[in-house]
C-alpha cells in the first residue's frame, strides 16, 4: 500500500486517503486524475471496502476498462467485482434487472442513432408529414434533448413554453411525434441510448424500494469526467449517494466542452451548495505538458469569468514555443502541416502515432487527408463511420437482435428481404397493418402467416419464419455460446455467401469486416473474465460501444491521428497540431451568441492546447472554401489570447513551400523571424498586431473596396510600370517582372500598407488598369 501512496504528490495522496463524506477533486489537465481515482478505488478495497459496494462511473467503456487493470495490479482479483463502467452501460445492467417494473424484458434493445432515426422517419411517413420539416435528425435531437432535461412525452405536450417553441420552428406536430416515437419504442421492447437515463429516474422516482436496494449496494460513488455530466445523470447520482452521502466527482470545469450534447457546467461549478460539508481538493500539477504549453494554456482559459479558480503548473522542462503556421489557403495549410509531420519524424525518429491534428469541425479533414497521402503517411480519422456503423455490420447485427427480441420492429424491418426474398415494402406494410388490427407484435404475424395470408406470398414469409425459429433454437434449447450462433446465422441467413459473391473492392471490404466482426465475438467468447457468453450478453456489450472505443480495424495502430477537438478531450500526443485557427470557425460563428457559447469555444480551445506534450503546432488559413466559394479569413481572437511570449512563427516554412511546390493564388511569402524574438515580458505585444505587422496579413488596407467591374486582365503582355488591381490587395505598381519560362512572377508594390508581393502569374487574378 505504501508503495503507491509514496508515488503521489500531497494534494493526489490527500484525494486517495479521503473515504467517508462528499469530495470534489479538481483536477487540472494532465495532472494525474486516473491514477487518483485507480489509487482512491485500491485504498477503499484495502480498508475493507466490500468492491460490491464501490460505483465507479466514467464516459467511455475504454477508461473504465484500463482503470479496473490499473486496479487489478494493485488489488488483484476483487476488482472484477466493482461496478465499473459507463453511465449507459451501468444503468442498462440496472434495467436489466428492473426493466420489468417499467414494463420491459430483459432482452430490451437498445437502439443505436441509425435505428432511431429510421423509426421516426417511418412515423413521420406513416402521419402524412413534410419529411423536409420534420428531417428525422431534427426531430431526433429535439426528443433527446427533452430527454436530457426529464421531459417526457406528456409533459412536452402539456408544456405551453415548449408548445410555442415548436409553434414557431414551425414543427407543431413534434409533440405527437415525441409521444408515438416513445410508444413505438415500448412497443418493440426497445430503448435508446437517452432512455437508459431517462428510464433510470424514471425507476427510481416510481420505485422507492427499487432506490432504496441500489442506495444500500452503493455505500461509495465515484465519477469520473464530472463537468461533462447532464441534469439526468446528476439526478441519478444525487438519489443514489443520498444514504451514504459518500460522493467523490472528478473533474475540470476547464475542460467541459459538452454543452450541444446536454452536458451542465453548473453541475460542478454548483455542486458545493449540495454538499455543503464537501472537501474540494485541487490537483494543479501538469504531468503531460511542457511548461511554455502549460502556461499558455492558463493564459487563455485565464480570460472565462464562470471558473473554479486553480493556477496548473508544472516541473517539466521549459520547451520550445507555440508554433504559428500561416497559410494562404486551407489546400496550403493541408500541405504545410503534412510536410511539418514528415519532416519531425525524420528528424526525430518519430512514429506517425506520434502525432495529432485536430480541428474544429470533421469537413476540415479533406485537405489534410489529401496532403497525408502524397507523402504517404498514414492515418486514421477519429469519429467517421464507426466500424459498428457499417452496413454489413448492421446487418446482422440485425439477425442477432432479432432473435433475441421478436418485438424489434427495425432489426425486422432491416432483416425481412435481406438477402432478397422478394418481400417489398408493400408486403412489410400489409404484415404492420395486419399486427396492428390483432393488437400483436410483428412476429406474431409472421410466425403464423398461415393464418392471415395464403400463396407465394406466405410461403416466403413462412420460410423467413422458420429461419428464425431455427436460430431461436440454438439460444433457447442449445444454449449455444455467442460466436456460435452468430457464426451459423452469418452462413444460414445467406449474408456471407451474398457479400463472397460480390466481387468488386467495397464487396471483399464488406466480407472482411464481417469475418472481423465474428473474429471480435470469439475474442468476447474466449474471453476468461467474461462469465455470460451467451449473445445476449455479447449484444449488451457491443450496443454500448462509442467510436472511441473503436480499434484500428486492420490492426495497423502506427497512423496519425486525426479527429476533431471534442473527440480528443482525453488523449495526448506527442506532436499535436491544431488547425483552422480562423474567427467564425474557431471559434464557431455557432457559439457567438452569448458570453456562455464564446465560453465554451474558448475552454474547447485550452482542451485543445493541453493534449500536447512536447510540441504544439497552430495554424490559419488567409482563404478557405465554403460552400462553394473561396472567402478570406482572419485570424483567431483566441491566438491573441495566448501571452505572446510563448508564440513563434514556424521554422523551414519555405522549405516547406518549396517542397510542396506553388501556392495557390500565386502568393510566394517571406520566411518571418520568430515572434519570440520581437517580444519582452516587459513590453507585451498582441499577437494580432504582431501577425500583422511581421506577417504583412494579406489584407488590403481597410478603404480598399474592390471595383464593381473586376475582372482579372490577361497578363502575358505585364510589364513593369502597369497599375493592376488584385481582389485582395486592392492597387498596386508593378515594380520587377521575373521570368524563368514558364515560370512568370511580378513583384508588386500595393498601397495602404500592404507593401510588396511577389505572385505568379499563372495563378494571379490582376487587373491591368494601365
Known amino acids: 500500500m505504501m508503495n503507491y501512496l509514496e508515488s503521489l504528490n500531497e494534494p493526489q495522496r490527500a484525494a486517495v486517503q479521503h473515504i467517508n463524506g462528499p469530495l470534489m477533486i479538481i483536477a487540472g489537465a494532465g495532472s ?10 485500491a485504498y477503499l478495497l484495502e480498508h475493507d471496502v466490500d468492491p460490491f459496494q464501490i460505483l465507479l462511473l466514467t464516459f467511455t467503456n475504454k477508461a473504465a476498462g484500463e482503470m479496473r487493470t490499473r486496479v487489478e495490479k494493485v488489488v488483484g482479483n476483487d476488482a472484477k467485482n466493482l461496478w465499473m463502467g459507463t453511465f449507459h452501460s451501468i444503468f442498462a445492467k440496472i434495467l436489466r434487472f428492473e426493466g420489468k417494473h417499467l414494463g420491459y424484458t430483459s432482452d430490451f434493445s437498445i437502439y443505436d442513432t441509425d435505428d432511431s432515426k429510421s423509426l421516426i422517419k417511418s412515423i413521420v411517413k406513416e402521419r402524412g408529414l413534410d419529411d423536409k420539416v420534420y428531417k428525422p435528425n431534427v426531430v431526433f435531437n429535439r426528443i433527446s434533448g427533452a430527454k436530457n432535461r426529464l421531459i417526457g412525452p406528456d409533459e412536452y405536450l402539456n408544456n405551453p413554453i415548449i408548445q410555442a417553441d415548436d409553434a414557431a420552428a414551425k414543427l407543431p406536430e413534434m409533440g405527437r411525434l415525441y409521444k408515438l416515437y416513445a410508444l413505438r419504442c415500448f412497443q418493440a421492447n426497445a430503448m435508446d441510448f437517452d432512455d437508459l437515463l431517462f428510464n433510470t429516474n424514471i425507476l427510481f422516482r416510481d420505485h422507492p424500494v427499487v432506490l432504496d436496494k441500489y442506495q444500500r449496494k452503493f455505500k461509495y460513488i465515484m465519477v469520473d469526467e464530472f463537468q461533462d455530466t447532464n441534469v439526468s445523470q446528476y439526478l441519478i447520482i444525487k438519489k443514489l449517494a443520498a444514504m451514504h452521502n459518500n460522493l467523490a466527482v472528478v473533474g475540470d470545469d476547464a475542460q467541459s466542452i459538452y454543452a450541444f450534447r446536454g452536458a451542465n457546467i453548473e453541475n460542478i461549478l454548483n455542486l458545493e451548495k449540495d454538499y455543503p460539508g464537501m472537501e474540494t481538493i485541487k490537483l494543479e500539477q501538469n504531468y503531460r505538458s511542457t511548461n511554455n504549453i502549460v502556461q499558455a494554456a492558463n493564459s487563455v482559459i485565464a480570460k472565462n469569468k464562470a471558473q473554479l479558480k486553480k493556477k496548473v503548473f508544472t516541473e517539466n522542462e521549459e520547451g520550445s514555443p507555440i508554433d504559428l503556421i500561416k497559410a494562404a489557403s486551407d489546400n496550403e495549410e493541408g500541405r504545410l502541416i503534412a510536410t511539418n509531420i514528415f519532416e519531425a519524424k525524420m528528424a526525430l525518429g518519430l512514429r506517425n502515432t506520434d502525432f495529432a491534428i485536430l480541428y474544429r469541425t470533421n469537413a476540415q479533414s479533406r485537405a489534410f487527408e489529401e496532403a497525408l497521402r502524397k507523402l504517404n503517411i498514414k492515418y486514421r480519422i477519429i469519429g467517421g463511420l464507426s466500424f459498428y456503423q457499417r452496413r454489413e455490420i448492421k446487418d446482422l447485427l440485425a439477425y442477432l437482435r432479432f432473435i433475441i427480441n421478436q418485438r424489434d420492429s427495425e432489426a425486422f424491418k432491416r432483416i425481412i428481404n435481406l438477402p432478397k426474398r422478394g418481400i417489398g415494402d408493400t408486403t412489410i406494410a400489409k404484415i404492420e397493418i395486419t399486427a396492428a388490427e390483432q393488437q400483436v407484435p410483428v412476429w406474431e404475424i409472421v410466425a403464423n402467416i398461415r393464418l392471415f395470408q395464403a400463396g407465394r406470398f406466405a410461403d416466403t414469409i413462412e420460410g423467413f419464419a422458420d429461419l428464425i425459429k431455427s436460430f431461436k433454437l440454438l439460444v433457447e434449447v442449445q444454449q449455444k455460446d455467442a460466436y456460435e450462433i452468430a457464426a451459423h446465422v452469418a452462413k444460414a441467413s445467406g449474408l456471407l455467401k451474398e457479400l463472397h459473391e460480390d466481387k468488386t473492392v467495397e464487396g471483399l471490404s464488406r466480407y472482411e469486416n464481417v469475418q472481423e466482426l465474428l473474429n471480435s465475438i470469439k475474442q468476447f467468447v474466449d474471453n476468461p473474465d467474461v462469465e455470460d457468453k451467451s449473445l445476449s450478453s455479447f449484444l449488451q456489450t457491443v450496443s454500448l460501444l462509442t467510436t472511441a472505443d473503436d480499434d484500428d480495424p486492420d490492426g495497423d495502430n502506427d497512423r496519425v491521428t486525426m479527429m476533431t477537438i471534442h473527440g480528443a478531450k482525453g488523449l495526448e500526443f506527442n506532436h499535436v497540431y491544431v488547425v483552422g485557427m480562423e474567427e467564425d470557425l474557431f471559434p464557431s460563428q455557432m457559439m457567438l451568441q452569448s458570453r456562455a457559447d464564446l465560453e465554451e469555444e474558448r475552454r474547447l480551445f485550452y482542451v485543445a492546447i493541453t493534449r500536447a506534450e512536447k510540441k504544439l503546432v497552430m495554424s490559419y488559413a488567409e482563404s478557405r472554401y465554403q460552400y462553394g466559394r473561396l472567402k478570406p479569413c482572419e485570424p ?38 520568430p515572434v519570440s524574438s520581437t517580444i519582452t515580458n516587459n513590453n507585451p505585444t498582441p499577437v494580432s498586431s504582431l501577425i500583422q505587422k511581421k506577417t504583412s496579413v494579406n489584407a488590403a488596407p481597410a478603404s480598399y473596396v474592390p471595383s464593381p467591374d ?20 486592392g492597387f498596386g505598381t508593378v515594380k520587377k517582372m521575373d521570368i524563368n519560362g514558364n515560370d512568370r512572377k511580378a513583384i508588386i508594390v500595393f498601397e495602404g500598407g500592404v507593401g510588396e508581393k511577389t505572385l505568379l502569374l499563372s495563378f494571379a487574378k490582376l487587373r491591368i488598369l494601365s
Request: glycine letters at 4%.
Open 32 to 41: 494525474g486524475k486516473t491514477r487518483v481515482l485507480t489509487y482512491r478505488t
Open 636 to 673: 483567431s481572437r483566441f491566438l491573441d489570447e495566448i501571452d505572446p511570449k510563448y508564440l513563434q512563427f514556424a521554422k523551414n516554412i519555405r522549405r516547406a513551400v518549396e517542397e510542396t511546390q506553388r501556392l495557390p493564388q500565386g502568393f510566394v511569402r517571406k520566411v518571418d523571424k
Open 710 to 729: 473586376f475582372a482579372p486582365s490577361d497578363t502575358r503582355n505585364l510589364q513593369e510600370g502597369n497599375k493592376v488591381e488584385h481582389l485582395k490587395f
